[in-house]
C-alpha cells in the first residue's frame, strides 16, 4: 500500500513538473564532450546560461569558480551550474590548472567539440551540455534555483531501499557512444537523451526541497503542484482561489493558506504575475492584437489587462512591445 501511495505522489509530481516546463519551453542543447586522461585539470570560464556537466566514464573532482569545496563525481552524476558559473574539472584537487582554450578540440560523430587531454592515467569522459526556459518568466524561473545542483547517480533510500536503480550511468553511456555515431537519427537521439537528463535533475531539485520557494518546491505537495499545473497550463482559465481549491479537492481556507505558505504569494497575486509574463511572450507574435493578448491570458477588457501589465511589468503593453522590436532589430 506504502509503495502504491509512493507511486502514486511520484506520478503527480511528474505530471505536474511536466506540465510547468512545458508551459515555459524548456530547451536543451549539447555543448560538448571531453575525454581526460589523469593528471589533468581545466578552467573554463562558464557561459552566460545554466549548463551541466554528466560523468559518462570514470571519475573527476568538479568545483565552482569562488567555492572553497569540490565535488568527488562519479560514472553517471550530474552537477548543474544554473548560472553558468566558471569552474574547473580535474581527476583530482591541487592539479595545476590550464585553460580550456588551450586542449586540442576535434569533431566526431555527430560534430560535438571533443575535448582531450593527453595523460597516461585513467581516462574519465565527461559530456556538457545547456538548457533554457524559452519564456519571458526565464529569469524568475531560474532564480528559484540554487547556484549548483549534485545529482548522484545512486542516492540512499530506506533498509527496504539500498538506492535507487542507477539508470543515469546506463543512459549517459548510451549517450556517449551515440555521439560517436554519424548514422540518420543520432542527432535526435542526442537531442532526446539530454532532455531527459535536465528533466530528471529538476525532479531531484523538486524531490529535495531544493531551492528558495516558488513553484520548484511547491511542486513536491501533490494538490498545490497540481494546482500550478492548472494555472501554466491554462493561464486564460477562470481560476480563483475557491475554483482551484475545488479542482484538487481543498477547502478554499486551507487551500489559501497552503498555497501561500509554499509558493511565498497568494493564488490571486501568483495567477497575475504568471499571466502577464504569459502575455510578454506572446507579444513576440505581431500578428495578435491587445484585444487577443487579454483574451489569451483571461481579461475581457483590453483597459483592465493594460492596466495589470504596467503595474507587473512596469511599461505598458505597447512600449513592451516596442522594447522586443528593438531588441530583435539590434
Not at 550511468?169 to 557512444?177: H, I, K, N, P, S
Not at 489569451?296 to 483592465?304: F, K, L, P, Q, T
Request: one cysteine or more.
Amino acid at each position: 500500500m506504502a509503495d502504491d501511495v509512493a507511486r502514486t505522489e511520484q506520478d503527480e509530481l511528474d505530471r505536474s513538473l511536466a506540465d510547468v516546463l512545458q508551459s515555459v519551453r524548456l530547451e536543451t542543447g549539447f555543448i560538448s564532450r571531453a575525454a581526460m586522461r589523469a593528471p589533468f585539470a581545466v578552467h573554463s570560464d562558464g557561459l552566460p546560461m545554466p549548463i551541466f556537466h554528466a560523468v559518462a566514464q570514470g571519475t573527476c573532482w568538479f568545483q565552482r569558480d569562488g567555492d572553497d569545496q569540490g565535488h568527488a563525481l562519479a560514472t553517471g552524476d550530474v552537477v548543474l551550474l544554473t548560472r553558468g558559473h566558471g569552474h574547473v574539472i580535474a581527476d583530482a584537487p591541487g592539479r595545476v590548472v590550464v585553460p580550456l582554450g588551450t586542449l586540442p578540440v576535434t569533431r566526431r560523430g555527430s560534430h560535438v567539440d571533443l575535448v582531450q587531454t593527453r595523460g597516461a592515467g585513467p581516462e574519465s569522459h565527461v559530456l556538457c551540455g545547456s538548457f533554457s526556459f524559452r519564456h519571458a518568466a526565464s529569469d524568475a524561473m531560474l532564480a528559484l534555483l540554487p547556484p549548483i545542483v549534485v545529482v548522484r547517480d545512486r542516492e540512499p533510500g530506506g533498509p527496504d531501499r539500498p538506492g535507487v536503480v542507477p539508470w543515469l550511468a546506463q543512459t549517459l553511456e548510451v549517450l556517449d557512444g551515440e555521439l560517436d555515431r554519424d548514422v540518420p537519427g543520432s542527432e535526435v537521439l542526442v537531442t532526446r537523451l539530454v532532455d531527459v537528463l535536465v528533466v530528471h535533475v529538476l525532479r531531484r531539485c523538486v524531490l529535495a526541497s531544493i531551492g528558495r520557494g516558488g513553484w520548484l518546491s511547491a511542486l513536491r505537495d501533490p494538490k498545490i503542484g497540481r494546482a500550478l499545473a492548472l494555472v501554466h497550463r491554462s493561464p486564460d482559465g477562470e481560476w480563483t482561489a475557491s475554483s482551484l481549491a475545488s479542482r484538487v479537492g481543498m477547502s478554499r481556507s486551507a487551500f489559501f493558506a497552503r498555497f501561500t505558505e509554499l509558493v511565498g504569494e497568494p493564488p490571486a497575486q501568483y495567477l497575475t504575475r504568471w499571466r502577464m509574463h504569459v502575455a510578454a511572450d506572446l507579444m513576440a507574435d505581431d500578428r495578435l492584437s491587445l484585444g487577443q493578448l487579454a483574451e489569451r491570458v483571461g481579461y475581457g477588457s483590453e483597459d483592465a489587462f493594460s492596466k495589470v501589465f504596467k503595474r507587473t511589468m512596469g511599461v505598458s503593453p505597447g512600449q513592451y512591445r516596442r522594447q522586443l522590436r528593438t531588441a530583435a532589430d539590434a
